[in-house]
């Protein structure tokens, strides 16, 4: 568990170290990825309504500058999804219900003995890449009916 008694300190350099990265040229998209305000904003909130815990949002925060570095390094992608979503937008002054694409990429390396996976997203055809989310990356193993999961950061034998 993370000391959560300096959280707002933390999120609040967080904030800032994220407002400046921008955009970051992205080798396996051949385009930039863009960090923009729902990036940042679902690292703090799961959804609308609901705060992720303090300590899910300060380890996410954490990675943050190795996010940055992956993406920009990165010349492949691991996973992808698409799938349709509702969006609130507004045509001719009226607010709508519109239905788009949108599709997710996953990044997954070990950078400085930390594994983790970086979300990228993009809504519609012709929207831009966006930084998503970032997450420490959990190895699954299944042994019969048992589902086996370990947070390993480097060496098995300290963790």
Same mark, same amino acid.
């Given at each position: 568990? +993370?000391?959560?008694?300096?959280?707002?300190?933390? $999120? +609040?350099?967080?904030?800032?170290?994220?407002?400046?990265?921008?955009? *970051? /040229?992205?080798?396996?998209?051949?385009?930039?990825?863009?960090?923009?305000?729902?990036?940042?904003?679902?690292? %703090?909130?799961?959804?609308?309504?609901?705060?992720?815990?303090?300590?899910?949002?300060?380890?996410?925060?954490?990675?943050?500058?190795? /996010?940055? $570095?992956?993406? =920009?390094?990165?010349?492949?992608?691991? +996973?992808? +999804?698409?799938?349709?979503?509702?969006?609130? *937008? $507004? #045509?001719?002054? $009226?607010?709508?219900?519109?239905?788009? *694409? %949108?599709?997710?990429? =996953?990044?997954? /390396?070990?950078?400085?003995?930390?594994?983790?996976? %970086?979300?990228?997203?993009?809504?519609?055809?012709?929207?831009?890449?966006?930084?998503?989310?970032?997450?420490?990356?959990?190895?699954?193993?299944?042994?019969?009916?048992? #589902?086996?999961?370990?947070?390993? #950061?480097?060496?098995?034998?300290?963790?």
């Amino acid at each position: 568990m +993370e000391d959560v008694s300096n959280y707002e300190k933390i $999120k +609040e350099d967080s904030k800032r170290f994220y407002e400046q990265i921008r955009k *970051v /040229a992205c080798p396996a998209f051949g385009q930039p990825v863009f960090f923009n305000a729902e990036g940042f904003n679902h690292l %703090v909130y799961k959804n609308q309504n609901r705060e992720r815990d303090k300590n899910v949002q300060i380890m996410k925060f954490k990675l943050l500058q190795l /996010a940055q $570095k992956l993406i =920009g390094l990165t010349t492949t992608y691991q +996973e992808y +999804e698409e799938s349709l979503q509702e969006f609130r *937008v $507004k #045509k001719f002054k $009226k607010a709508i219900q519109e239905t788009k *694409v %949108v599709k997710y990429w =996953g990044i997954i /390396a070990i950078l400085e003995h930390r594994k983790f996976k %970086v979300i990228i997203r993009k809504i519609g055809d012709n929207g831009q890449f966006h930084f998503w989310s970032v997450i420490p990356a959990w190895v699954t193993n299944y042994h019969r009916d048992i #589902k086996l999961v370990s947070t390993m #950061k480097g060496d098995a034998k300290e963790d």
